[in-house]
């Protein structure tokens, strides 16, 4: 088989138990995020087996194949639903995260006319600037909500350090905690999820100066930590889990010792304009055949003793230094976020469980 992306689900499995495990201490429930994954059965599968108990994606392309696979759990989408997708979104998920009244009233709708409740999350905005609104604006917002028809107002929640790295801390946290207080009292009601972030927010639960004091908080949205095992923060392994559950294999199909400096007039290349290059005389080059259309070539880790040169639509060319390689050798890498998310949705690359 050629370029393959290997996934290893006991490692999977192993990842979410143990945020299932650690989370469950101070009473947080773990949505297990699907989306890097491209929805896959087998991993919602695991997800669920390690305890994870509800399932979320931010296309409902992905929850529609996982319900039509009979996953069986609450699936929710985590991206506000678009005007156009309004009945699927009713149709194969239980709960959207929302920001938009206009939206939500579409929801109302359409699960009015098919005899369905639709449930809300509020996303509110804490500083990072994507999605939410803003804080004044969340009581007037759930007063409407709550008085439309088929609609259950679940709770609030958030989502930090995806645009602009703003990082989930007790200032931010204890926002989302007093709001979800303050809407209850006004409203008389107990919501159910206070959502407090992704993977990013596992650093300030786990820290020794937060020391339990989590509010209101009892869920969070895992994708990252479990699927790679990292703190998104500042992309250190987090502790007790593996790493390397993902590997990229490429097939070599050139290996010839070449310059390692160009020659000739130097203009753009195929994705911008290389860096100077230093000589280091002759080197051995090995030419991949995996690219650009395959992942995202700056997010792979080579394995030792080899150096990722370049990349282009279809090339990667390693410098294999003193490694001997014969034509048809693979190479594994170790993937980021984002050469996951590509490869993933590569049609080119084959997924290998
Ligand atoms: C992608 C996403 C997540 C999961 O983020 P990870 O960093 O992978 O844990 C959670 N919430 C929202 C709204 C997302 O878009």
């Known amino acids: 088989m050629s370029v393959r992306l290997e996934i290893n689900l006991r490692k999977i499995h192993h990842n979410a138990h143990v945020l299932v495990e650690r989370l469950a201490v101070y009473g947080i429930s773990v949505t297990g995020i699907a989306k890097a994954t491209l929805g896959s059965p087998a991993i919602a599968e695991v997800f669920l087996e390690a305890g994870v108990t509800m399932l979320g994606d931010s296309r409902i392309e992905n929850i529609e194949k996982m319900k039509k696979a009979n996953i069986s759990a609450p699936m929710s989408l985590i991206r506000s639903p678009m005007l156009s997708q309004i009945e699927r979104t009713v149709e194969?998920?239980?709960?959207?995260?929302?920001?938009?009244?206009?939206?939500?009233?579409?929801?109302?709708?359409a699960a009015k006319l098919?005899?369905?409740?639709?449930?809300?999350?509020?996303?509110?905005?804490?500083?990072?600037?994507?999605?939410?609104?803003?804080?004044?604006?969340?009581e007037d917002m759930v007063r409407s909500i709550i008085k439309l028809p088929n609609i259950e107002f679940k709770g609030i929640g958030a989502n930090l350090a995806c645009r602009n790295g703003v990082s989930p801390d007790a200032i931010n946290m204890a926002e989302l905690s007093a709001l979800a207080d303050s809407i209850d009292n006004t409203f008389g009601i107990a919501m159910s999820i206070v959502s407090g972030g992704n993977s990013s927010n596992l650093e300030w639960i786990f820290s020794e100066l937060t020391a339990g004091h989590i509010g209101r908080i009892n869920n969070l949205r895992l994708g990252e930590a479990i699927l790679l095992g990292r703190n998104p923060l500042d992309r250190e392994p987090i502790e007790g889990?593996?790493?390397?559950?993902?590997?990229?294999?490429?097939?070599?199909?050139?290996?010839?010792?070449?310059?390692?400096?160009?020659?000739?007039e130097i203009a753009h290349a195929a994705f911008g304009t290389p860096s100077p290059i230093r000589n280091q005389g002759d080197i051995?080059?090995?030419?991949?055949?995996?690219?650009?259309?395959?992942?995202?070539?700056?997010?792979?880790?080579?394995p030792p003793g080899f150096k990722v040169l370049g990349a282009s639509s279809d090339h990667i060319i390693l410098n294999a230094k003193e490694n001997h390689l014969a034509i048809g050798d693979e190479i594994a890498f170790g993937v980021n976020y984002s050469a996951l998310l590509r490869s993933m949705t590569s049609p080119f690359v084959s997924k290998v469980i």
């Open 92 to 109: 194969f998920s239980d709960t959207s995260f929302n920001t938009e009244l206009e939206i939500i009233i579409a929801l109302s709708r």
């Open 284 to 302: 051995s080059q090995a030419l991949l055949a995996i690219g650009e259309q395959d992942t995202d070539t700056e997010g792979l880790s080579p």
């Open 114 to 138: 098919v005899n369905r409740t639709h449930g809300i999350v509020l996303m509110v905005e804490l500083g990072d600037l994507r999605e939410g609104i803003m804080p004044d604006d969340v």
């Open 241 to 264: 889990l593996y790493t390397d559950v993902f590997k990229l294999i490429g097939e070599i199909i050139e290996f010839k010792v070449k310059p390692s400096q160009p020659w000739g």
